[in-house]
């Protein structure tokens, strides 16, 4: 093609001199990186540009130097992608860091090492103003990452605009020492207005100062941000950029600050801003050619591999906007379908978030390789069925939709609506801005036709079934291209359902409904395998495929928690690890697992863990989440034998085990206390409610009360749960040292194998109370080192490390787990000898405690991660000849399946949390969060299909 004979003739303009120690350093490196099986020593990156903004179609590659002043200075006027793909080995010397930086105009780019966003810009800020880069390499604390390349990938998107200046990018960097430095004195700059248009001036929260001296320790904490400032007198944010909402009088920063007497700390949405004092910095300079290779860990390039073969060409929700919006990549083209009254011009064109909560949406099956999906949708009087399916495997295949009205609905006043647009037009999602033009036809009745700007992805046209009326009523469509088709009373044969398609001739209703039953029968016949738990699996699968979503800022697609949660999503470490664990119960979905699996781990902060949260706008910097990635990487391995994944996240998980050595173990006992770290914005840093977020307990009861020691940012108390989850990782992680790697790595499996013995046997002596008979929290420096006897099944967890002995197992599943004064399951799962109160089982705290009446998120509700690991705790090998403790576990999984399946029935709702109330109505958390499906997997597990 003529775009890809004159896509670029690069410029590579060197303004750098590598010193030829540094380059022979890197080469040193790069040569010992190979040896260890990570990357080859080719020099150089790797550059493919394709000639639209999707990355869709055939690129044109080549090879390039380094990223000093990169340019495209032939394709001005032109829309294209492109990506650099390589690794990256800075020469630094011990004791330095690099600060990294770009140079970057006309065109959007997004530089990142090992998934982290390092620096972003460009002409399109709408795509990136939000994200939050990590400038600084290397990334202390990671032991299995020294002396290894990072991956290194950078994306970029051109459109054109009104910036006439030529598209370049330039990777640049400064020396700074490792060691941090003391916060520099700050100049006060005045009053500032914030949460304009509701955005933040100064976008970091560093989170509350309650009771110091405001300026000072926020200033200390916003140490590496040139401005910092406060607000509603505790609140402390941090920012890179000065003040841009405007300066406001000095009498609307009111708050007097805590500590400070006479100082004030902002207002209502007003802030106290300070400017650091900025030292003198070194010469930002082009980064040398040598520290750059084009060869790549093969696992990374079977994972983009399998990214792209995931979504290319496919059809689904994938933007988190809307459940009835689907989306065909790479092209970007969206068509929603929506419902509108004709008499009045009212119309829904979206299924989102609430509608889901409210049951104006009611989700159904959805096939895991999208062929086929299904949703309930009302508006007013008129309540209808959505089906959709493309066919299984075939890129840019037809999509077909059939909109069927429900028995006993009059909906001759209704139209469907499908509105065409491009994903540039109003996803509000970071970066996607993928252009094109829509045209309805003028000649052809019911048609629309969208077209990705640039060449390499096919245009798609959508037409209405021919025996469907188009209608031409005046609608308040929120949209520029529409067609609308009226529904009519299910008195024909088509049961008065409107029928849409791709291709290229219309179709009847009758042959798109033919084509829907198709997908339809294909499906259920899957769910069918499972026997009498088909609907298990079909609403364990919906609860995660409703939520899948896709982003370029990640390599493959993932699915948050919930489409109503993070800006402008956010993954959580455990939640979305269990996620994995579910898509990865059949063949047809471990791709899916892989790519959830890997996007969560690869969250791994500079120091070394996977973060509580991460969402583009902003991470958990301090703290941590429940470890529990090498148990599922590990049940992965085994279901499905692939060694690529288990290589590619190995150095991760054996990084994040280490770090809770590192960090989180406390002196006397060596057991793990939970905490958060200073120094790093985020929310609610070095507190105990922060502390108790590491828990992913938030508000339990078994954290009431306030022992956080600020000396060592711990809380005051051996933690049984994490302490037990811990250990569950090392020996996972030393299973997976032998079994996945050839040659075996002996030396990881015996210090791991150490490390897990030694953790272990400190639960079995310390955390076993013979008064209770389980396995309790105990204070560590206060209160004589007590047990803290706040029972909740994390007490069972010292089992999922084979911690427990025999007798130990089996006298708490007796006297606790089957005890309906404490966790209500049932000695044939059956409820029998419940109360109502605690009638569904394992209550997030024992049904006996104080905070059990009342109820409140983890203060007694129950929750699919809890029933998954205590589920775990019972299958393990060491208890399978404890007769109660294999009948607990069945009772168990049979009690929290039926919990789950009476959500199912009454809601189409997969819970976060369940009321364990024998009448609770409805869902206690988000109604359609993933992991409560978790309550009825845990039942597959028992059929032995995993």
């Not at 997969?910 to 009825?936: Q, S």
């Amino acid at each position: 093609c003529s775009f890809c004979k004159s896509s670029y003739r690069l410029q590579s303009l060197v303004r750098f001199k590598a010193v030829s120690d540094a380059n022979m350093r890197t080469a040193a490196m790069l040569r010992s990186a190979t040896m260890a099986g990570w990357v080859t020593m080719t020099l150089g990156l790797q550059m493919e540009i394709w000639p639209n903004a999707g990355q869709g179609g055939a690129p044109a590659v080549s090879t390039i130097t380094d990223l000093d002043h990169v340019a495209w200075p032939h394709l001005e006027n032109k829309v294209y992608s492109a990506r650099i793909l390589g690794s990256f080995m800075p020469p630094y010397t011990e004791g330095e860091q690099w600060d990294i930086s770009c140079n970057i105009s006309g065109i959007s780019a997004f530089l990142y090492l090992d998934d982290h966003l390092v620096c972003q810009g460009g002409n399109d800020p709408d795509a990136w103003a939000d994200n939050k880069p990590e400038r600084r390499v290397p990334w202390p604390g990671t032991p299995s990452s020294q002396g290894k390349p990072y991956f290194l990938r950078l994306r970029l998107v051109h459109r054109p605009s009104n910036d006439s200046a030529a598209a370049s990018f330039s990777m640049l960097y400064s020396r700074v020492s490792s060691t941090p430095l003391p916060p520099p004195p700050a100049k006060y700059l005045g009053c500032f207005h914030d949460l304009v248009n509701g955005k933040r001036d100064l976008p970091y929260n560093a989170g509350d100062e309650p009771n110091d001296d405001g300026p000072t320790v926020c200033g200390a904490k916003c140490h590496a941000y040139e401005y910092f400032g406060l607000q509603d007198k505790t609140n402390c944010f941090c920012g890179h950029d000065a003040p841009a909402q405007g300066k406001v009088s000095e009498t609307d920063c009111n708050m007097p600050c805590p500590g400070s007497h006479g100082v004030m700390c902002g207002g209502a949405d007003r802030n106290s801003v300070y400017r650091h004092t900025v030292a003198p910095t070194p010469p930002t300079v082009p980064v040398p050619k040598a520290s750059f290779s084009s060869s790549l860990q093969p696992a990374q390039m079977q994972r983009l591999n399998m990214s792209k073969s995931l979504v290319h060409g496919r059809w689904n929700t994938w933007a988190k906007s809307s459940v009835t919006a689907h989306i065909l990549l790479p092209a970007g083209i969206m068509l929603k379908f929506g419902l509108c009254e004709l008499s009045s011009g009212s119309c829904k064109e979206d299924g989102e978030k609430g509608d889901i909560d409210s049951g104006v949406v009611r989700l159904g099956p959805h096939a895991l390789d999208h062929s086929y999906t299904q949703l309930y949708f009302s508006f007013n009087d008129a309540n209808v069925s959505v089906e959709t399916s493309q066919q299984s495997g075939k890129a840019f295949g037809d999509l077909h939709v059939l909109v069927t009205p429900q028995a006993g609905f009059n909906v001759s006043n209704y139209a469907v609506v499908v509105i065409a647009q491009f994903t540039d037009e109003n996803v509000p999602q970071a970066s996607w801005r993928l252009p094109g033009d829509v045209h309805v036809s003028a000649s052809e009745s019911g048609t629309i036709t969208a077209t990705p700007l640039g060449t390499g992805i096919p245009s798609v046209t959508m037409r209405g079934a021919t025996d469907v009326p188009v209608t031409a009523a005046p609608l308040n469509v929120n949209a520029a291209h529409y067609v609308a088709y009226q529904l009519q009373s299910p008195e024909d044969g088509n049961q008065g359902a409107v029928g849409v398609s791709t291709g290229s001739a219309a179709k009847t209703v009758a042959a798109i409904a033919a084509v829907i039953a198709d997908a339809r029968t294909k499906e259920y016949a899957d769910y069918a395998a499972y026997g009498s738990l088909a609907e298990v699996k079909e609403a364990s699968q919906a609860g995660m495929m409703w939520n899948v979503q896709w982003s370029p800022d990640i390599p493959g697609t993932f699915a948050p928690v919930s489409r109503g949660w993070g800006h402008p999503w956010v993954i959580f470490d455990w939640d979305n690890i269990f996620g994995a664990y579910q898509l990865s119960l059949t063949a047809a979905g471990k791709n899916l697992a892989y790519s959830q699996l890997a996007a969560v781990i690869k969250t791994k902060t500079a120091e070394g863990m996977v973060p509580n949260f991460w969402q583009p706008s902003q991470i958990s910097y301090d703290r941590t989440e429940p470890i529990v990635g090498s148990k599922v990487l590990l049940e992965m391995f085994w279901k499905h034998r692939d060694t690529w994944i288990v290589e590619l996240l190995y150095p991760d998980l054996y990084d994040w085990v280490h770090w809770f050595f590192r960090k989180r173990r406390e002196a006397p006992l060596g057991l793990i206390c939970l905490g958060s770290d200073p120094g790093l914005p985020t929310t609610d840093t070095s507190n105990m409610q922060a502390a108790r977020y590491e828990s992913g307990l938030d508000n339990s009861p078994m954290y009431d009360g306030e022992f956080f020691n600020t000396t060592n940012n711990h809380m005051m108390l051996y933690d049984v749960g994490m302490s037990s989850m811990v250990a569950m990782e090392l020996k996972a992680l030393a299973n997976l040292s032998m079994s996945a790697f050839d040659p075996p790595r002996q030396r990881d499996h015996d210090a791991l194998m150490a490390m897990y013995t030694e953790l272990s046997g400190l639960i079995q002596e310390h955390l076993w109370d013979d008064e209770s008979g389980i396995f309790v929290n105990r204070f560590s420096t206060i209160n004589n080192s007590a047990f803290y006897r706040r029972i909740s099944p994390t007490s069972f967890y010292p089992m999922l490390a084979a911690a427990a002995t025999t007798e130990q197992a089996g006298a708490m599943v007796k006297n606790w787990l089957l005890n309906p004064k404490h966790f209500c399951v049932s000695e044939n799962g059956d409820y029998a000898g419940n109360t109502d109160d605690c009638y569904w089982g394992l209550p997030s705290i024992q049904a006996s405690d104080v905070a059990f009446p009342p109820l409140g998120y983890w203060r007694g509700y129950v929750w699919g991660p809890m029933i998954q690991l205590t589920y775990w705790a019972l299958q393990d090998s060491k208890y399978s000849d404890v007769t109660v403790v294999q009948h607990g576990r069945k009772a168990l999984a049979k009690q929290a399946t039926g919990m789950m399946l009476n959500q199912w029935h009454a809601h189409r709702h997969i819970c976060e949390n369940f009321n364990p109330h024998r009448n609770g109505t409805d869902c206690t958390g988000d109604k359609f969060y993933h992991w409560g499906g978790l309550a009825g997997f845990v039942s597959l597990l028992e059929a032995g299909h995993y």
